[in-house]
């Protein structure tokens, strides 16, 4: 019997399977070594990276930081339309950078100079 697809002869009586030459078994050989390859290069699950902020209360380099921002965006500061615009804290946050925006806003709630 000839089998149309990949024409290998199949014997009788062994349930129809096809024969398997010396190519095909060679190339399977390959494509597992390629799998155990890609197996042993399996890359490791990722952690999520969380920034570390300071508690408590704030240094006085900190609280200098603070204290030059404001002074720097004092137009934005002014306004509380702008601040939600230019998300002023996150900008903050960013030059305190030990310091989350929402303890700069918190910060700025107890120490607010204007």
């Known amino acids: 019997?000839?089998?149309?697809?990949?024409?290998?002869?199949?014997?009788?009586g062994l349930d129809e399977?096809?024969?398997?030459?010396k190519q095909t078994i060679e190339s399977v050989k390959k494509f597992a070594g390629d799998l155990q390859t890609q197996i042993a290069i399996k890359k490791t699950r990722r952690k999520n990276v969380r920034?570390?902020?300071n508690n408590g209360h704030w240094t006085q380099k900190e609280h200098r930081l603070y204290s030059?921002?404001?002074?720097?965006?004092?137009?934005?500061?002014?306004?509380?339309?702008?601040k939600k615009q230019?998300?002023?804290f996150k900008q903050m946050s960013?030059?305190?950078?030990?310091?989350?925006?929402?303890?700069?806003?918190?910060?700025h709630q107890k120490f607010n100079p204007l």
């Open 1 to 12: 019997m000839i089998n149309p697809f990949n024409q290998i002869k199949v014997e009788e």
């Open 51 to 53: 920034k570390t902020y």
């Open 86 to 88: 230019e998300k002023i």
């Open 68 to 82: 030059q921002f404001i002074e720097t965006n004092k137009e934005i500061m002014m306004k509380s339309d702008m």
């Open 17 to 21: 399977q096809p024969i398997e030459s």
């Open 94 to 107: 960013c030059v305190i950078k030990t310091r989350s925006p929402s303890q700069c806003r918190s910060h």
